[in-house]
């Protein structure tokens, strides 16, 4: 929310969760088709600059997605996702007068990005009872969303459109329980580069005012269990953002240092080519 003086995814096509763990060792699958949904519980909030929270939103979501992934060479990957997400959620803030008020907000975003990394393990010495992955990447987002308050009788709301993209490095480790069943585990850190904010203030009496929130640093982090053609996992992220300038036309507007935060869980269907 905009304050004044503040706001604001060549071969035999399989299904498979990945290597078939054997005593001798067996190559992962040239490439793998990841298509996923989740459902998790989103947060947002913002911090006036005494470090007090004036504004909350919360509620459910659900996202669908795809993502590629290939191997190549013994140890070499990349991958490509992209989803898209969305839902009304509860909001409560208060007005630019300073009177609490609560109502809904209704998002609708999308991201799209990849991964390039390396694997300690080779591919062809994955056994099970043994760590089947140990990676190390490097990655990239580019992440959007309408964010629309709604009105109220005390007050008119507006809309947002937000675009970030998001530097990341990381690391993923997997144990093969047994074959075609590995546990696995990755986190990592991220930081917003290059933030846009849009608001339509026109309802307000205000032309569209663009503003550019700082750059920050924040952490993901997923779990899971892949059984044959099937991934079951549970994740965070966090999206932070420092204070924006003051708009350039006006300068009477700027976004508060902002978070947005994603826990929930992910089923994902695998097809693996060899």
């Given at each position: 929310?905009?304050?004044?003086?503040s706001?604001?995814?060549?071969?035999?096509?399989?299904?498979?969760?990945?290597?078939?763990?054997?005593?001798?060792?067996?190559?992962?699958?040239?490439?793998?088709?990841?298509?996923?949904?989740?459902?998790?519980a989103?947060?947002w909030?913002?911090?006036?600059?005494?470090?007090?929270?004036?504004?909350?939103?919360?509620?459910?979501?659900?996202?669908?997605?795809a993502?590629?992934r290939?191997?190549?060479?013994?140890?070499?990957?990349?991958?490509?996702?992209?989803e898209?997400?969305?839902?009304?959620?509860?909001?409560?803030?208060?007005t630019?007068?300073?009177?609490?008020?609560?109502?809904?907000?209704?998002?609708?975003?999308?991201?799209?990005?990849?991964?390039?990394?390396?694997?300690?393990?080779?591919?062809t010495?994955?056994?099970?009872?043994?760590?089947?992955?140990?990676?190390?990447?490097?990655g990239?987002?580019?992440?959007?969303?309408?964010r629309?308050?709604?009105?109220?009788?005390?007050?008119?709301?507006?809309?947002?459109?937000w675009?970030?993209?998001?530097?990341?490095?990381?690391?993923?480790?997997?144990?093969?329980?047994?074959?075609?069943?590995?546990?696995?585990?990755?986190?990592?850190v991220?930081?917003?580069?290059?933030?846009?904010?849009?608001?339509?203030?026109?309802?307000?009496?205000?032309?569209?005012i663009t503003?550019?929130?700082?750059?920050?640093?924040?952490?993901?982090?997923?779990?899971?269990?892949?059984?044959?053609?099937?991934?079951?996992?549970?994740?965070?992220?966090?999206?932070r953002?420092?204070?924006?300038?003051?708009?350039?036309?006006?300068?009477?507007?700027?976004?508060?240092?902002?978070?947005?935060?994603?826990?929930g869980?992910?089923l994902?269907?695998?097809?693996?080519?060899?």
């Amino acid at each position: 929310m905009m304050r004044r003086k503040s706001i604001l995814a060549a071969g035999l096509i399989t299904l498979a969760a990945g290597p078939a763990f054997a005593q001798n060792g067996q190559a992962t699958p040239d490439y793998e088709l990841d298509v996923f949904t989740k459902v998790f519980a989103f947060e947002w909030e913002e911090i006036d600059p005494s470090g007090a929270q004036f504004l909350r939103e919360d509620g459910p979501m659900l996202a669908v997605g795809a993502r590629w992934r290939e191997n190549y060479g013994s140890n070499y990957f990349y991958t490509l996702e992209g989803e898209v997400f969305g839902n009304e959620i509860n909001y409560t803030g208060q007005t630019q007068s300073g009177t609490p008020t609560t109502t809904e907000t209704g998002y609708l975003g999308w991201s799209a990005g990849g991964r390039l990394g390396w694997d300690f393990i080779p591919r062809t010495e994955k056994y099970q009872g043994q760590w089947s992955t140990s990676e190390i990447f490097l990655g990239y987002k580019f992440t959007g969303w309408e964010r629309d308050i709604k009105s109220t009788p005390a007050a008119k709301g507006y809309v947002e459109n937000w675009e970030t993209q998001l530097a990341q490095a990381g690391a993923r480790v997997g144990y093969a329980l047994a074959r075609s069943l590995e546990l696995y585990a990755e986190g990592g850190v991220q930081s917003t580069w290059h933030t846009k904010e849009s608001i339509d203030l026109t309802a307000l009496g205000f032309a569209t005012i663009t503003l550019e929130p700082g750059d920050a640093v924040s952490f993901f982090a997923e779990a899971g269990l892949s059984w044959e053609f099937l991934t079951l996992a549970a994740f965070y992220e966090e999206i932070r953002f420092d204070r924006s300038p003051l708009d350039a036309e006006f300068q009477a507007f700027y976004q508060p240092e902002s978070k947005a935060a994603k826990s929930g869980v992910t089923l994902m269907l695998r097809f693996a080519y060899q």
